[in-house]
T-cell receptor, first 109, second 112 residues
Framework: GQNIDQPTEMTATEGAIVQINCTYQ??????LFWYQQHAGEAPTFLSYNVLDGLEEKGRFSSFLSRSKGYSYLLLKELQMKDSASYLCALPQAGTALIFGKGTTLSVSS | DTAVSQTPKYLVTQMGNDKSIKCEQNLGHDTMYWYKQDSKKFLKIMFS???????INETVPNRFSPKSPDKAHLNLHINSLELGDSAVYFCASSGLAVNEQYFGPGTRLTVT
């Protein structure tokens, strides 16, 4: 089976840097996804990590350590529009995603 | 030019009724999914279809029946609706295995 843990809520201020952690257990690792979901909207893809290390994509970066069962999403230069839920997910049976319960990030001015 | 579309966006109905939600994708993807997001925002897979064949059924009650007339469409029919079925239902699609999924805008179902 699979298990994913994320903090429930985080708060930060505009311009700051925030790191959202995700720890997981899985019987067969096949990559890890991060999705962003604004209130009342659909989840949108942010990143996919399959190898260890840091991948940077603009203000967002994602890190993976397969040996530790650990990933994080790093958001730099926070903006108000970054207030959203951030979902960590593992592929199941090759295709469908198993999501964590999500981390709700609130950015204040 | 919407990638994944769902209808209706909102659905309010009474307990015991039967309702359907439709989903269409124009991305040429082979795999489509239905996810349920409950009031606590937990997003959970319900069904997955690959090229019109069911490949996952996550112990969903048999009141829920997905139907895929072709690989661009995946509909969800729900019989005898219950209060606990109130949630947001998202359709999604993906191309190659272990690839990013594209989600539809969601259907907010409220059962009264």
């Amino acid at each position: 089976g699979q298990n994913i843990d994320q903090p429930t809520e985080m708060t930060a201020t505009e311009g700051a840097i925030v790191q959202i952690n995700c720890t997981y257990q899985t019987s067969g690792f096949n990559g890890l996804f991060w999705y962003q979901q604004h209130a009342g909207e659909a989840p949108t893809f942010l990143s996919y990590n399959v190898l260890d290390g840091l991948e940077e994509k603009g203000r967002f970066s994602s890190f993976l350590s397969r040996s530790k069962g650990y990933s994080y999403l790093l958001l730099k230069e926070l903006q108000m529009k970054d207030s959203a839920s951030y979902l960590c997910a593992l592929p199941q049976a090759g295709t469908a995603l198993i999501f964590g319960k999500g981390t709700t990030l609130s950015v204040s001015s | 030019d919407t990638a994944v579309s769902q209808t209706p966006k909102y659905l309010v109905t009474q307990m015991g009724n039967d309702k359907s939600i439709k989903c269409e994708q124009n991305l040429g993807h082979d795999t489509m999914y239905w996810y349920k997001q409950d009031s606590k925002k937990f997003l959970k897979i319900m069904f997955s279809y690959n090229n019109k064949e069911l490949i996952i059924n996550e112990t969903v009650p048999n009141r829920f029946s997905p139907k895929s007339p072709d690989k661009a469409h995946l509909n969800l029919h729900i019989n005898s609706l219950e209060l606990g079925d109130s949630a947001v239902y998202f359709c999604a699609s993906s191309g190659l295995a272990v690839n990013e999924q594209y989600f539809g805008p969601g259907t907010r179902l409220t059962v009264t």
